[in-house]
């Protein structure tokens, strides 16, 4: 085994926890972000900025060395490609947590009209919401894998992905309404804030459905 099992064991799911775990950390900047975003405190805007992009960079570390350390000889629980695949759709909750912050620094004065803060605060907590019970979903890994992928623990990850949808699906219908009145003021902003805040939105949303992503992975295994 390579320096990632020595670290984290020999179980392949036990480092596929820690990079979750990782990404979770990155996703969790995000609230401490819209703050200073908010209060216009640019300094710290930036500063949050390299910490997401630390943490994002740490998760790479742990998938890049887990992708190439699994040995081909290693009994999985799951196919190897279904461990790939969690392994991927957890790790875009940090890339997309990444993209989020880059958004944010690209005009040195970045600001949230007074008009979306209350639509931005919904979709925030909804997106935190997603994060939060993907990262419920991903502490019960130990739980599966002694359950053999079925049975009653199987049964209440399954319900724990639904929910993971239906906050997802709240996170989309704020985001529509964070969108349309960004529309509507529209004709008071420039060109480029304009852009900026219509990509910021999308890169929020795309946090939840990172997380949404992650979660219809694990489904995607327990209905096989």
Known sequence: MRNIFNVFGRSPFTALGHHMKKCVETANKVPELI?????????????????????EHEADEIKNELRDSLPRSLFLAIDRRDFRRLLSAQDEIADRTEDLVVVATLKPDFTIPSELVEELDRVVGHVMDCINQAHRIGDELDELLESGFGGPEAEKVFEMVQKVGEIEHMADKRQYKFSQTLVSIADNLKPVDLLLLTEFIINLGGIANAAEKYSKELRNVLAK
Request: aromatic share 0%; net charge positive.
């Open 35 to 55: 703050t200073a975003i908010k209060a216009a405190d640019h300094a710290r805007v930036k500063e949050i900025a390299k910490e997401v992009m630390t943490l």
